[in-house]
């Protein structure tokens, strides 16, 4: 639960300072400057931090942007120089960079400081075409809703600025996925299987559109209005299995992470057309949750929007546990998960058939506090919605 009492700090250091523990964000204001710190070892910190959600820090970051707190962000020289000539390869870098309450200095060995190239920088960002060898560990696409930009031609027709066919989203997607498998039995494998990631993240994509760039009125949300798209190579640590004795109770999965987010109004705006106050139980942003995954999964909640086409949560959960995958969902105060990477217990799951060789999962979600339980837990509160899907790159 996100603590009233709190302090924001006086120095953050990145990435840890957003990706980890946040709650202080519930305490900031347009009042607020936060000093925030890029170290020269940022790339290795990032790397090293299994199982560190960098999309949930991007979410962070666009929260602080809505309540306008002043971001002073300090990066040393040298890995600066390399951020500036590829931004789209560090996502929480690249939208801090395009915050437009924003000041950045370069510090060099001496002491003295200089500015960055901001503007060259941010186009940059904003025009980056995906890699289709995808040799980097990460890559990002960004759309700035607010910024009179043209859209990422990755992603739309510049013609209609429509988004492309879904299948060229999913060819896309399988693409980015295969590019990180060596082991070419492997990734037939994961190839047979791959069209379904592209399935869920084509929807999930298609809903920022639809929910993530305008108010509950129709509106244009104003400046620093973000959505995007990030592929990465990450390591997640996970539980051993009966392990003999003496052997290690846990290993590292070399894992693909897939991750949608936007700045828009979130899931519970988006459905009820009302906004999220402190008077609004968590159980009913859960049950909102869970219909706008599953049409109709709670019949008494209403749905506000019109022809809406829920993502089907059950072929969604089968689909990660066909990739023995994880999927993480943070909107409002909800922090939502399912998991099916092997170690990790598989909680909620249909009783098996007798003439079954594995239980199907129960279309809900389980709640990140609580682990095991499909009951809500209280977070900071967080603009937008962000979600996240890791599957594992090597044999179970």
């Given at each position: 639960?996100?603590?009233?009492?709190?302090?924001?700090?006086?120095?953050i250091?990145?990435p840890?300072?957003?990706t980890?523990?946040?709650?202080?964000?519930?305490?900031?204001?347009?009042?607020t400057t936060?000093?925030?710190?890029?170290?020269?070892?940022?790339?290795?910190?990032?790397?090293?931090?299994?199982?560190?959600?960098?999309v949930?820090?991007?979410?962070?970051?666009?929260?602080?942007?809505?309540?306008?707190?002043?971001?002073?962000?300090?990066w040393?020289?040298?890995?600066?120089?390399?951020?500036?000539?590829?931004?789209?390869?560090?996502?929480?870098?690249?939208?801090?960079?395009?915050?437009?309450?924003?000041?950045?200095?370069?510090?060099?060995?001496?002491?003295e400081?200089?500015?960055?190239?901001?503007?060259?920088?941010?186009?940059?960002?904003?025009?980056?075409?995906?890699?289709?060898?995808?040799?980097?560990?990460?890559?990002?696409i960004?759309?700035a809703?607010?910024?009179?930009?043209?859209?990422?031609?990755?992603?739309?027709?510049?013609?209609?600025?429509?988004?492309?066919?879904?299948?060229?989203?999913?060819?896309?997607?399988?693409?980015?996925?295969?590019a990180?498998?060596?082991d070419?039995?492997?990734?037939?494998?994961?190839?047979s299987?791959?069209?379904?990631?592209?399935?869920?993240?084509?929807?999930?994509?298609?809903?920022?559109?639809?929910?993530?760039?305008?108010?509950?009125?129709?509106r244009?949300?104003?400046?620093?209005?973000?959505?995007?798209?990030?592929?990465?190579?990450v390591?997640?640590e996970v539980?051993?299995?009966?392990?003999?004795?003496?052997?290690?109770?846990?290993?590292?999965?070399?894992?693909?992470?897939?991750?949608?987010?936007d700045?828009?109004?979130?899931?519970f705006?988006?459905?009820?057309?009302?906004?999220?106050?402190?008077a609004t139980?968590?159980?009913?942003?859960?049950?909102?949750?869970h219909?706008?995954?599953?049409?109709?999964?709670?019949?008494?909640?209403?749905?506000?929007?019109?022809?809406?086409?829920?993502?089907?949560?059950?072929?969604?959960?089968?689909?990660?546990?066909?990739?023995?995958?994880?999927?993480?969902?943070?909107?409002?105060?909800?922090?939502?998960?399912?998991?099916?990477?092997?170690?990790?217990?598989q909680?909620?799951?249909k009783?098996r058939?007798?003439?079954?060789?594995?239980?199907?999962?129960?279309?809900k979600?389980?709640?990140?506090?609580?682990?095991?339980?499909?009951?809500?837990?209280?977070?900071?509160?967080?603009?937008?919605?962000?979600?996240?899907?890791i599957?594992?790159?090597?044999?179970?």
């Amino acid at each position: 639960m996100a603590s009233a009492h709190e302090p924001i700090p006086d120095r953050i250091e990145l990435p840890a300072g957003l990706t980890a523990n946040a709650s202080w964000i519930s305490q900031a204001s347009a009042a607020t400057t936060l000093n925030l710190i890029v170290p020269a070892d940022y790339e290795a910190k990032i790397a090293g931090g299994l199982g560190q959600s960098e999309v949930l820090g991007i979410q962070r970051v666009l929260t602080l942007a809505r309540l306008g707190v002043r971001l002073l962000v300090s990066w040393d020289e040298s890995f600066a120089k390399r951020v500036a000539s590829g931004a789209s390869m560090f996502p929480l870098l690249a939208v801090l960079l395009l915050m437009r309450n924003s000041a950045h200095k370069v510090i060099a060995e001496n002491g003295e400081s200089a500015d960055l190239p901001l503007e060259r920088i941010r186009r940059a960002i904003l025009s980056h075409r995906l890699a289709r060898d995808f040799f980097a560990d990460s890559d990002t696409i960004i759309c700035a809703d607010s910024a009179g930009e043209p859209l990422p031609e990755d992603l739309y027709d510049p013609a209609t600025l429509r988004l492309h066919a879904r299948e060229d989203f999913e060819t896309l997607v399988v693409d980015a996925l295969l590019a990180q498998v060596g082991d070419s039995s492997r990734r037939s494998e994961i190839y047979s299987r791959a069209s379904t990631l592209g399935v869920v993240l084509a929807e999930l994509f298609e809903n920022t559109d639809m929910h993530g760039r305008l108010d509950s009125i129709g509106r244009p949300l104003g400046e620093d209005s973000l959505r995007g798209l990030i592929f990465k190579r990450v390591k997640v640590e996970v539980p051993v299995l009966r392990p003999p004795i003496g052997a290690p109770k846990t290993r590292i999965l070399e894992c693909f992470e897939a991750s949608v987010f936007d700045s828009g109004i979130g899931y519970f705006a988006s459905y009820t057309r009302g906004a999220l106050s402190e008077a609004t139980s968590l159980e009913e942003e859960w049950k909102v949750l869970h219909n706008c995954l599953e049409r109709h999964y709670y019949p008494e909640l209403l749905d506000s929007r019109a022809g809406h086409r829920a993502l089907g949560l059950y072929e969604v959960l089968r689909g990660l546990q066909s990739l023995h995958g994880r999927i993480e969902i943070r909107t409002g105060r909800l922090f939502a998960y399912r998991t099916f990477l092997d170690g990790e217990l598989q909680a909620k799951m249909k009783p098996r058939a007798a003439y079954a060789h594995f239980s199907w999962p129960a279309p809900k979600l389980l709640d990140v506090g609580k682990r095991y339980r499909a009951q809500p837990s209280e977070h900071e509160f967080l603009v937008g919605s962000s979600v996240r899907i890791i599957i594992p790159l090597t044999e179970a």
